[in-house]
């Protein structure tokens, strides 16, 4: 896994190797989360992606809360909707 951060955002991004030479010898990215730091509220929010790459808000965790959390929550992935 890598991580890309842009302003206040944190994204989560799976990388897989080419699998099939047809379509190129180019790595895909895949985003499995985001965290999103409210300053404000001085907490993070965190949000998954669907199959299109369209980032929603993560339910089962309430907003504003420490990084720390949100990283363990993406970690323990009690709901499978992350990586699946």
């Known amino acids: 896994m890598r991580h890309r951060v842009r302003g206040r955002t944190v994204t989560i991004v799976e ?3 080419p699998w099939d030479a047809e379509l190129g010898s180019e ?3 895949s985003p499995q989360a985001r965290m999103k730091y409210d300053k404000q ?3 993070w929010t965190l949000c998954w ?5 369209r980032a929603h808000l993560y339910d089962d ?3 504003n809360q420490p ?3 949100l990283l ?11 990586t699946g």
């Open 49 to 53: 992606f669907d199959r299109n790459s």
């Open 15 to 17: 990388q897989r190797p």
């Open 27 to 29: 790595w895909t990215d």
């Open 67 to 69: 990084i720390e959390r």
């Open 72 to 82: 363990a929550e993406y970690d323990d992935e009690p709901t499978c909707i992350f």
């Open 61 to 63: 965790l309430e907003p």
């Open 41 to 43: 509220a001085a907490g």
